[in-house]
């Protein structure tokens, strides 16, 4: 809750309002700070229930995951969810199948793809925009995958946790730049904790040291490094940023 607390100040003092994609089991735990995004002019959506891997999943499992997610987060705040984020983008060309689930269970718009292939998740060749799907099961879902700059073949992630602590300022600003002028909306996010430069300290002696180092490269100057970002380009909640992109 401090972690939030502390992204929350940050987000007042530069006058930008977020969306925050919400663990079902958070909300069920922590429904005042979830009813607390939305009195700040924060929207809140479903990171899904557990923080497991969709992959991971039967389709019994998922269907099950999605609704607790909707509904705990639904409850939490009182308001309706329509947007849902899996843990670690874990839809991947080998679970596409679980998009018509998402659908089913309520969504209108999924941002659970990674638009280019790492070594941990995304799809090779996935559209870098925004894209209305038409899915097997005759349902449509909005499909708004995180930000990805593309120089003819070469991809760079530029959508925020890692990639914004460890690549050079200048350019993310100038990649970020680059995809609103091109019509796209540049979709980022981080984590309360990356604004919480020792937080990863808690973790030693549980996790390899490799894993920590790579934890703490740049959260120092996490904090500065978005403030820049937020003077530099404009920034809103997902729901605005779509809508004014005639999506929504």
């Known amino acids: 809750v401090r972690k939030c607390d502390r992204l929350l100040a940050l987000l007042d003092e530069c006058g930008v309002k977020a969306t925050f994609f919400v663990q079902g089991l958070v909300a069920e735990a922590f429904p005042s700070l979830v009813r607390t995004f939305l009195q700040q002019g924060h929207e809140v959506q479903s990171h899904e229930h557990s923080h497991r891997p969709l992959f991971a999943m039967s389709r019994a499992e998922l269907e099950r995951e999605l609704e607790f997610s909707r509904k705990t987060v639904e409850d939490a705040s009182g308001a309706?969810?329509?947007?849902s984020r899996a843990q670690d983008f874990s839809i991947d060309r080998q679970n596409l199948w679980a998009l018509d689930l998402v659908a089913a269970a309520g969504f209108e718009v999924d941002s659970s793809i990674f638009p280019m292939r790492t070594k941990r998740y995304g799809i090779t060749g996935?559209?870098?925009?925004?894209?209305?799907?038409?899915?097997?099961?005759?349902a449509v879902l909005l499909e708004a995958p995180v930000?990805?700059?593309r120089y003819g073949a070469v991809c760079l992630p530029v959508a925020g946790g890692g990639y914004f602590r460890l690549l050079p300022r200048a350019l993310l600003r100038s990649a970020l730049a680059s995809i609103t002028a091109a019509g796209r909306p540049a979709i980022v996010y981080c984590h309360p904790y990356e604004?919480?430069?020792r937080e990863i300290d808690e973790f030693k002696g549980r996790v390899s040291p490799?894993?920590?180092l790579s934890q703490r490269m740049g959260r120092r100057h996490f904090r500065?490094?978005?403030r820049h970002l937020f003077d530099a380009v404009p920034f809103?909640?997902?729901d605005t940023v779509l809508a004014n992109a005639g999506l929504l």
């Open 147 to 149: 930000a990805v700059l």
């Open 80 to 83: 309706k969810v329509t947007m």
């Open 210 to 212: 490799t894993f920590l």
């Open 126 to 138: 996935w559209p870098a925009g925004p894209s209305r799907l038409r899915l097997q099961s005759g």
């Open 236 to 238: 809103g909640r997902m």
């Open 195 to 197: 604004i919480s430069p």
């Open 224 to 226: 500065t490094r978005i």
